[in-house]
């Protein structure tokens, strides 16, 4: 392997104790400890791992947590009154439902529920739209996680070819409106399941995204030599994890490149502390 790692587990535990620290700060100046509630509905195994890691991670932080609970077979008007509930809760600074939720619940209309003020998730259609005219509330988790690893790591983006492998709304969409943003300054491709020649397109890339969900989707020999690999994605081939991408083989012509696991994930977690503290200093008028 030719290229540097990319350690998200470094980098997000320098995050997490500037969060701490800051945290602290908040709760000596006001009295008040921000709080995260999660709600989890039903008993998906990934799921539950995810929550835990976040309840970990808060505690860690000095933050409160909440775990919320719910049977598979909760009503969408169940899930909807205890969204409402916390929302009216001026103890609980930040809201997270955890996906996916059961099938027969609609996640969209669940979502819309959290006020914007709480959504710490950024996934409320108001949010979404304050990051597209470049004046965010809260950064998309994920996404902000990408881009605090591309400054660390001192990956310049202005005026780089940036291509994004995957469009989803929790991903792809933000991580393209964060990276055309003033101050960031790329040139963005998207890729998606309709893309034609969608090896050329990644083999014009500087810096290369894979966030698709599909297990080494990207090839070695689709990477440019020299360009910077992100990969988003988390997926489980046998009793292993894998990324988006090939990594092995991308990594030899890479310049540098995130693990899996150990990339990507941890800076997820490690923003939304930064952003339930925003919350909650926004929810105290600590910020305009």
């Given at each position: 392997m030719t290229a540097t790692l990319i350690d998200g587990k470094q980098i997000s535990a320098e995050c997490r104790k500037e969060t701490a620290a800051s945290a602290e700060q908040f709760v000596n100046e006001t009295g008040v400890r921000p709080h995260l509630a999660a709600v989890l509905v039903g008993d998906d195994p990934a799921s539950q791992v995810y929550v835990r890691n976040k309840e970990l991670a808060c505690e860690r932080a000095g933050l409160q947590s909440t775990l919320h609970r719910l049977p598979a077979e909760t009503t969408q008007q169940e899930l909807l009154?205890?969204?409402?509930?916390?929302?009216?809760?001026?103890?609980?600074?930040?809201i997270l439902v955890q996906l996916p939720l059961p099938s027969h619940l609609n996640s969209t209309q669940i979502l819309d529920a959290i006020t914007p003020l709480k959504d710490v998730d950024a996934f409320h259609p108001e949010n979404v739209g304050r990051l597209l005219q470049g004046r965010p509330r809260f950064l998309p988790c994920t996404p902000a996680g990408v881009m605090?690893?591309?400054e660390v790591s001192g990956t310049e983006t202005a005026g780089r070819r940036v291509t994004i492998v995957g469009r989803s709304d929790i991903v792809g969409k933000p991580m393209a409106a964060l990276?055309?943003?003033?101050?960031a300054d790329a040139t963005v491709t998207i890729c998606h399941s309709r893309t034609a020649e969608i090896a050329e397109e990644c083999r014009r890339a500087e810096i290369l995204i894979a966030a698709v969900g599909i297990p080494e989707f990207v090839r070695g020999d689709w990477v440019r030599p020299g360009a910077v690999i992100i990969d988003v994605g988390i997926n489980r081939v046998g009793d292993r994890l894998a990324g988006d991408v090939e990594f092995a083989a991308a990594a030899e012509r890479a310049a540098a490149i995130t693990p899996v696991p150990g990339g990507v994930g941890p800076m997820t977690i490690a923003m939304l502390l930064q952003n339930t503290l925003h919350a909650a200093r926004l929810q105290h008028g600590f910020v305009s």
């Open positions: 009154a205890l969204v409402q509930t916390l929302n009216e809760d001026v103890s609980v600074h930040g605090k690893m591309l990276l055309l943003q003033k101050g």
